[in-house]
């Protein structure tokens, strides 16, 4: 594993001894958290012949200064996203979360080979629904004072990292990341619109069963959207990337792709 600049970003990179990877991945990590959180998942890809990326988004690699978080939306990760396909060329682009959002808006805008959307938020038209007391905390949180615009710093780990142990959790929460109130608010109540027609390349969407944050229904709408059928993980929250059974689900997906991607 080594960090490398993509695009406009910071990145870590997993490269195969392939002669020929079948396939390069960019992943995308979720809301306050970082590339870290595909590290076992990125060098497991790499060890079946995936070239791997993940990205750090903007002003979330180590060392960045937080307070020039405040004003950004999802349009800004989405664009820097996009520059990091386009210098790879044409990868698979995995998401997770809100990840999985910039994921779709940076695939309109790019040709990436397949989209894969991991507990993914859901573009315009399809409601978010959190488990209820994630909805009263995360509404409270989202608008704090009137006209707040500081960036907003984690809330609610006990149910984002509910299916963690205690030492992944530990992992997880010692690179946390505040995040851009504006952001936030985008991803409760005004998520950018991602058309299907946009989206030209293969999409698989997954999640787990028993997630708190992107509850069942919503991922069967997006699967629904781009006229897939989603796949359920049983028992799993919403980091399928990190909980027990993680390799199971990249499993899943280099199948999806040795199918479905060229």
Same mark, same amino acid.
């Given at each position: 594993m ?6 406009? &970003? ?12 079948p396939?390069?991945? &960019?992943? %995308?990590?979720? %809301? ?23 990205v ?5 690699? *180590?060392?960045? $200064? ?6 950004? $939306?999802?349009? $800004?990760?989405a ?28 695939a309109?805008?790019?040709? +990436?080979?397949? &989209?894969?959307?991991m ?9 978010? %629904?959190?488990?209820?007391? &994630? ?15 500081? +960036? ?28 851009p109130? !504006?952001?936030?608010r ?5 998520? +950018? ?5 946009? %989206? ?8 787990? $069963?028993?997630d708190?944050?992107?509850? +069942?229904?919503?991922?069967? !709408?997006?699967?629904?959207?781009? !006229?897939?059928? *989603? ?32």
């Amino acid at each position: 594993m080594q960090t490398v600049n993509l695009g406009p &970003l910071r990145a870590l990179r997993w490269q195969t001894t392939e002669l020929k990877a079948p396939q390069t991945v &960019l992943a %995308i990590h979720g %809301i306050w958290v970082g590339a870290h959180v595909w590290e076992q998942f990125g060098a497991y890809l790499a060890s079946q012949g995936y070239e791997t990326y993940a990205v750090w988004l903007r002003h979330h690699q *180590p060392g960045s $200064d937080h307070r020039q978080l405040e004003g950004l $939306d999802l349009g $800004d990760y989405a664009e820097d996203v996009a520059a990091a396909v386009r210098e790879l060329g044409s990868p698979v682009l995995v998401g997770q979360s809100m990840g999985g959002l910039v994921a779709q808006v940076a695939a309109t805008v790019t040709d +990436p080979a397949g &989209l894969i959307l991991m507990s993914s938020a859901p573009p315009f038209g399809i409601p978010v %629904i959190p488990r209820l007391s &994630l909805l009263m905390t995360g509404v409270r949180n989202c608008f704090g004072r009137p006209f707040n615009s500081a +960036p907003m710093h984690p809330f609610a780990d006990d149910v984002f990292l509910e299916h963690l142990g205690q030492e992944q959790r530990a992992r997880v929460t010692a690179h946390r990341v505040p995040e851009p109130r !504006r952001l936030a608010r985008q991803l409760a109540f005004w998520p +950018p619109i991602v058309r299907a027609s946009q %989206i030209r390349c293969p999409v698989f969407v997954g999640a787990g $069963d028993e997630d708190p944050v992107v509850v +069942p229904w919503v991922t069967r !709408r997006i699967a629904s959207r781009y !006229r897939v059928i *989603p796949t359920f993980y049983q028992g799993r929250g919403h980091m399928l990337n990190l909980e027990p059974g993680w390799q199971s689900v990249g499993d899943d997906l280099m199948r999806w792709m040795e199918r479905f991607v060229a």
